[in-house]
């Protein structure tokens, strides 16, 4: 089964960016949907973006105008470029193949923190 190593993250202050990258240790040329989740402290692990085999895309809201989020198949990755970053936006980001319903199909792997500081 396809694994996923988040990596990217770090410490950005408002107003600034991050690129987070999702490396598969398979293809996901055959993974209809991907997407990226973020889960911070107390609160529930939710979705942030999600991207199709033909490029249709998700936002939360939250997020909508900021965040942008592609996949590159020939190189088995999917990116979510984060600007206009917000301290509400600190959380462990972590990304999953999904279902046609959004849903999780993989285990969760470490994620990548991001820490936003106002």
């Known amino acids: 089964q396809v694994q996923l190593v988040e990596s990217g993250g770090g410490l950005a202050q408002a107003g600034g960016s991050l690129r987070l990258s999702c490396a598969a240790s398979g293809r996901i040329s055959n993974i209809n949907v991907m997407g990226w989740f973020r889960q911070a402290p107390g609160k529930q692990r939710e979705l942030v973006a999600s991207?199709?085999?033909?490029?249709?895309?998700t936002y939360a809201d939250t997020v909508k105008g900021r965040f942008t989020i592609s996949r590159d198949n020939a190189k088995n990755t999917v990116n979510l470029q984060m600007n206009y970053l917000k301290p509400e936006d600190t959380a462990v980001y972590y990304c999953n193949a999904l279902t046609v319903t959004l849903r999780p199909l993989l285990g969760w792997g470490q994620g990548t923190q991001v820490t936003v500081s106002s």
């Open positions: 991207i199709s085999i033909s490029t249709s895309i």
